[in-house]
């Protein structure tokens, strides 16, 4: 791998500068920009699956909620400081997360194409509604974390900045990942599992690890969210697949799935428009939604940067043919 | 697991389970078999069946508050849906036949999330039901009691099917529509218009998912969110069945109605939803267990 120049040093500079500043911007509205991202690592994790490996997971959310509950449980159960038990909860919702995606993976990724789809949409339902009835986590009427000890402004500041860097973390994991033999074999899955199997990659492997390192990121975030919104539901936020499960997959087709940049792009255009649809179309914005869905989906499968290359190909010159974004499996 | 000595104390009780799972079934097997028509024809999963079928049952609600007797309100709303499906294909639906089967499912879940959240925002989110007023039906000295609507519906629902398959056997436009289904490509060099067959196929299924819904509305209750598990119990059902198969989509569907009865009486109602998304998963990961054993024999 060879070392970055300065060109491609200044897309993360300036993002990293961005999301530093933010908050001072703007200081009445830090728990939208948080979600912001939020919204990234969504999208990132989401196409880490969807777009590299050709996986089409509506189940994405169940790491999500996973990770959310594990640490809110462990807040409340383990009688530690705030922070201690806040970043142990935050560790144990990851790596329980993972463990989650390792335990269904071998037996839900030999599933294809549409199956997948649509059993990974059927497990993350059926969490919510499995978390609903049980009344060790509160049911149907969810929990609480804990409250934050700081200041009165300070919580905000602290949260946004925790997602700002777990953000900043997936990035260059993500990155690293793509860049190496790894990023190769999942990429050879999406284009042609068949053949990746027959030239003896360890398919069922790779396949796996990544909805590992995706469970990984989403676990750890869910946590986070949990306490920023200080409240945990089973069906409208941990295990939410009518929202946070179908925004990971729009933002990132939005964006341009099977990119790097992509994903971020796209998180951060539907951030906003979420936020305004929030804003302007009270009581309507579901129904925005649900359109802009069906709208982005069928006029714009290939999302900004699909769009960007077709029509500048010379700025995107490194790949020498595309990869079949259309018919496909 | 109280309520499972309850089942071996009185066998009675298993008894009005098992019926009003079969009665239930019959529903499921209507918007079953209109999912494995479009999935056959158009190779499009509609995941907005779910949410025909609860339009569906919005209909036979309004018109029974409008004085129309549900059980006539059964056809009306086969109507309307079918008018709504053939909408649906002319603006959205035909952009995505072509394309990645991702893409469609993706496409006909934003749809669905869309007339969700419109029923939603016109109707409020109570739960509605369609008065039948029909008595009940009491067997056995009182041990087993089965709603006279139940019975009824079963039968409406059976009568719908035999309509639709009456329709793709003997009509020209059927035989246009299976003929589509065995080699589209032949279908239209043989002067099929294979457009307005996708049309009329997605419209059928929306008008058959009306009928259910309608059906649903009598029986049950409708409120806006009820459509996702729908669209889950066909697709397993389809999935169980096979495309194409009247027979197997009508038992898969009993089944899957006794099952899941069963499966809330011995977990609790609450668990019932659970139960059904949780037996796609396991159906989905042993049907890929299963096809790989088969394979392994072949090679």
């Known amino acids: ?329 | 697991m109280e309520n499972l000595r309850l089942l071996f104390e009185a066998p009675p009780l298993s008894l009005q389970i098992l019926l009003d799972g079969i009665l239930i079934g019959a529903i499921f097997a209507l918007a079953a078999y209109g999912m494995a028509l479009v999935w056959g024809v158009t190779g499009i999963i509609n995941v907005a069946q779910g949410e025909l079928v609860m339009l569906g049952g919005y209909a036979a609600y309004f018109l029974y508050r409008a004085g129309i007797h549900p059980l006539l309100g059964v056809p009306v709303a086969a109507v309307l849906l079918f008018l709504l499906g053939w909408g649906l294909y002319r603006t959205v639906v035909f952009r995505v036949v072509d394309k990645d089967l991702f893409i469609s499912i993706l496409a006909t879940y934003g749809l669905s999330i869309l007339l969700q959240q419109l029923t939603n925002a016109f109707f409020g989110a109570d739960v509605r039901t369609a008065e039948s007023g029909f008595g009940t039906l009491v067997l056995l000295g009182g041990a087993v009691t089965i709603a006279k609507i139940k019975l009824v519906s079963f039968a409406a629902a059976l009568l719908s099917g035999a309509a639709l398959i009456l329709f793709l056997k003997r009509s020209r436009m059927g035989q246009a529509i299976r003929a589509t289904a065995q080699n589209a490509r032949a279908a239209r060099v043989m002067g099929i218009d294979t457009d307005r067959v996708y049309a009329w196929t997605f419209a059928l299924n929306a008008a058959i998912c009306g009928a259910s819904g309608a059906l649903v509305a009598m029986t049950w209750i409708v409120h806006p969110y009820l459509g996702l598990p729908y669209t889950v119990r066909s697709f397993m059902i389809v999935i169980i069945a096979g495309l194409g198969n009247v027979l197997g989509v009508l038992a898969a569907a009993l089944g899957l109605g006794v099952a899941e009865n069963f499966a809330g009486f011995i977990l609790g109602a609450e668990y019932q939803t659970a139960f059904v998304f949780g037996l796609l998963v396991v159906i989905l990961v042993w049907r890929r267990f299963w096809l790989a054993r088969e394979r392994r024999y072949l090679a």
Not at chain 1, 45 to 50: A, I, P, V
Not at chain 1, 196 to 202: D, F, P, T
Request: glycine content about 14%; charged content about 10%.
């Open chain 1, 1 to 329: 791998m060879k070392l970055p120049g300065a060109r491609q040093l200044a897309l993360p500079a300036a993002v990293l500068a961005f999301g530093i500043f933010l908050p001072l911007l703007a200081p009445a509205y830090r728990t939208q920009m948080a979600f912001l991202w939020v919204m990234i690592v969504f999208a990132l994790t989401w196409d880490l699956l969807g777009g590299q490996m050709g996986y089409n997971s509506f189940g994405n959310v169940l790491f999500f909620g996973v990770g959310m509950y594990a640490c809110v449980v462990i807040q409340r159960d383990v009688h530690l400081g705030y922070y201690s038990a806040l970043f142990l909860g935050m560790g144990a919702g990851a790596a329980l997360a993972t463990a989650v995606a390792a335990l269904i993976g071998s037996g839900l990724l030999g599933l294809r194409g549409h199956y997948f789809a649509i059993g990974t949409l059927g497990i993350g339902i059926a969490a919510a509604e499995f978390t609903a009835g049980w009344d060790f986590v509160g049911g149907g009427s969810g929990m609480v974390p804990p409250l934050y000890p700081g200041a009165v402004g300070a919580r905000e500041s602290f949260f946004y900045y925790l997602c700002f860097a777990i953000a900043v973390f997936t990035f260059p994991v993500l990155r690293f990942l793509y860049a190496g033999r790894f990023g190769l074999a999942i990429n050879a899955i999406r284009d042609d599992e068949d053949k990746a199997e027959a030239m003896g990659l360890r398919t069922t492997h790779y396949k796996t690890t990544a909805w590992c390192v995706s469970a990984f990121f989403l676990g750890l975030m869910g946590g986070v969210v949990g306490n920023l919104l200080g409240f945990v539901d089973p069906r409208e936020i941990a295990f939410a697949s009518s929202t946070y499960g179908v925004w990971m997959v729009l933002m990132a087709i939005l964006g341009g799935k099977g990119t790097l940049w992509g994903p971020v792009l796209g998180a951060a255009v539907f951030d906003v428009t979420q936020e305004l649809f929030w804003k302007y179309l009270l009581g309507w914005q579901r129904v925005a939604l649900g359109l802009l869905i069906v709208v982005i989906v069928v006029f714009f499968p290939r999302g900004i940067l699909g769009w960007a290359r077709e029509r500048w190909p010379e700025r995107f010159g490194q790949r020498a043919e595309e990869p079949a974004a259309e018919g496909g499996t």
